[in-house]
C-alpha cells in the first residue's frame, strides 16, 4: 500500500486559523533537518466524432496558454478537459500528455500538466509507463519536472488495501512499475534518484528496498534525515522482529536531533495499519523514544505556533495509541487526561481541540465534567494574546467547540 501521511491535524488547524545499521558517534555533522498547452486535439477518438467538435470549440489557443495566460488560464484548460464527461479517464490523459510535450522548457506548466494527470482514476499501462520512463530520461527537464514524472510514475502503481503487500506488487503491471522505480532511485542523476527512492520505499517493501536506501544514502542522493524518515516509514512493512529492531536503532542513533526522528516517528505511528504491524517490542522502544522527546512549546505562552501545535498534537496521540495499544486502554481517555494535568500547558489542550480527535476528546471532558474547566484553561490563554486577532479567534472556536452538547 501507498504511505499517506496524515494530515488531518494540519487542515483542521488551518480551518481553525481561517487560513547498514545508520548508527553515528558523532552529531556534529552538518545537515538541514526539515522537519499550458497546445490546442486539444482528439487522439483516441474519430475525426468526425462529437467529442472532437466539442474539443476544438472549446480549446484555448496555444498563445493563450503558454504565453499569457498564466496558471489561471492554465488551470481552467485543464479543469475543462478532466470535467469532460464525454471523455474517458486515458483520452484525459492524453490531452495533458500531448499538452506537457508542447509545453517545452516551461517547467512551472509542465509541472501542473504532470501533477493533473496523477490524479486522473485510470488504470495504468505498459505503454503509459513506458511513455512516462521515456520522458524522464529522454529529454533536459528542470528538477521539479523530473520530480513530477517520477510521482506520475509512481502513481501508476495500482493499490488494493484488502490485500497484502505480496498480493498488491503482483496486480496489472505493479511489477514494471516497480522496477522502473527502482533504475530511477539507481539513477546517477540525483535529481531523479532523489525523488525516485522516496517513492520506491513508500509504495511497499522489495527485496531490494533497503540496499537501495542504504546506497542512495552513502553517495549523497538523500540526507541523513531523510534517509531515517523513509526507514521509519518501511517499519511497519518490516515483519521479522529483529529486523524492526535493528531499523529502530538506526533511526534512534543516527545522529539526526531526536525531536526530528520523535516527530517522524509519530507520523509512522498514527498510519492506519501501523500499530497492527509493529512488534510490542518495537512499540515500546518508539514510546521510550517519544517520551524521551516530546515537543517543547516556547516559553512565552503568546507565542503561538501552528506548526508547534500540529507536532505536539501528533505526537500526544502517537503515545497514547502506543500505549492503548500495550496496556488495553483508550486512547482518548489518555489524551484528555495529558492535556488536563495541573499545570499542563494550555497550548497542548488547543492543540488536541484543533485536530481530529477534537470531537471525541471534548465528550470525554464532558462525561468528566471537565468542560468549563477547559474552556477555563483556553479563556487564560486568550488573555496573553490581545492584540492576535487570528489567534483569539482560533481560541474562541476552540472554547465553543468545548462548550458544544456531545452528540
Known amino acids: ?127 503509459r509507463v513506458s511513455k512516462i520512463e521515456d520522458a524522464l530520461y529522454g529529454s533536459i527537464h528542470e528538477q521539479q519536472v523530473k520530480r513530477a514524472l517520477v510521482n506520475l510514475l509512481a502513481s501508476q502503481y495500482e493499490t488494493n488495501e484488502a490485500l497484502t503487500l505480496t498480493e498488491q506488487s503482483r496486480l496489472g503491471v505493479n511489477p514494471l512499475v516497480a522496477a522502473t522505480l527502482a533504475k530511477a532511485a539507481r539513477s546517477p542523476d540525483t535529481e531523479i534518484s532523489h525523488q525516485a527512492i522516496i517513492q520506491y520505499t513508500r509504495i511497499g517493501f522489495f527485496p531490494d528496498t533497503l540496499p537501495i536506501l542504504n546506497a542512495a544514502l552513502s553517495n549523497g542522493a538523500i540526507s541523513r534525515a531523510e534517509y531515517t524518515r523513509e526507514l521509519g516509514f518501511l517499519l511497519p512493512l518490516i515483519q521479522e522482529p529483529e529486523a524492526q529492531r535493528l531499523a529502530l536503532h538506526a533511526i534512534t542513533h543516527s545522529g539526526v536531533p531526536g525531536g526530528h526522528t520523535a516527530e517522524d516517528l509519530a507520523t509512522v505511528v498514527l498510519l492506519p495499519y501501523a500499530l497492527s504491524s509493529l512488534h510490542s517490542d518495537t512499540l515500546s522502544q518508539i514510546q521510550k523514544h517519544l517520551a524521551e522527546n516530546q515537543p517543547v512549546f516556547p516559553d512565552a505562552l503568546a507565542t503561538i505556533d501552528f506548526l508547534d ?76 494574546v490581545p492584540n492576535d486577532v487570528a489567534m483569539a479567534r482560533m481560541i474562541r472556536e476552540a472554547q465553543d467547540i468545548i462548550g458544544r452538547r456531545p452528540p
Open 1 to 127: 500500500m501507498k504511505i499517506r501521511l496524515a494530515v488531518g491535524t494540519l487542515a483542521a488547524i488551518s480551518c481553525l486559523l481561517g487560513i547498514d545499521s545508520l548508527t553515528s558517534e558523532s552529531s556534529s555533522e552538518k545537515e538541514n533537518y526539515p522537519t499550458s498547452a497546445s490546442l486539444r486535439r482528439v487522439i483516441t477518438a474519430p475525426a468526425s466524432s462529437p467529442q472532437q467538435g466539442r474539443i476544438e470549440t472549446t480549446a484555448p489557443s496555444h498563445a493563450s496558454l503558454f504565453e499569457g495566460a498564466g496558471l489561471e488560464g492554465l488551470r481552467h484548460h485543464t479543469d475543462k478537459i478532466t470535467s469532460d464527461p464525454a471523455l474517458t479517464p486515458e483520452q484525459k490523459f492524453d490531452f495533458l500528455w500531448a499538452d506537457f510535450q508542447d509545453a517545452g522548457r516551461r517547467p512551472i506548466i509542465a509541472k501542473f500538466l504532470l501533477d493533473t494527470m496523477r490524479l486522473l482514476p485510470l488504470r495504468a499501462t505498459t505503454e
Open 309 to 384: 501545535l500540529v507536532r505536539y498534537s501528533d505526537w500526544l496521540s502517537a503515545i497514547a495509541a502506543i500505549e492503548a495499544s500495550l496496556s488495553g486502554g483508550s486512547t482518548i481517555d489518555r489524551i484528555a487526561t495529558v492535556v488536563m494535568q495541573e499545570g499542563a500547558d494550555p497550548r497542548g489542550l488547543l492543540a488536541v481541540v484543533a485536530s481530529p480527535a477534537a470531537e471525541a476528546v471534548t465528550r470525554t471532558l464532558a462525561q468528566r465534567g471537565q468542560t468549563a474547566a477547559a474552556q477555563q484553561k483556553l479563556a487564560l490563554l486568550s488573555l496573553e
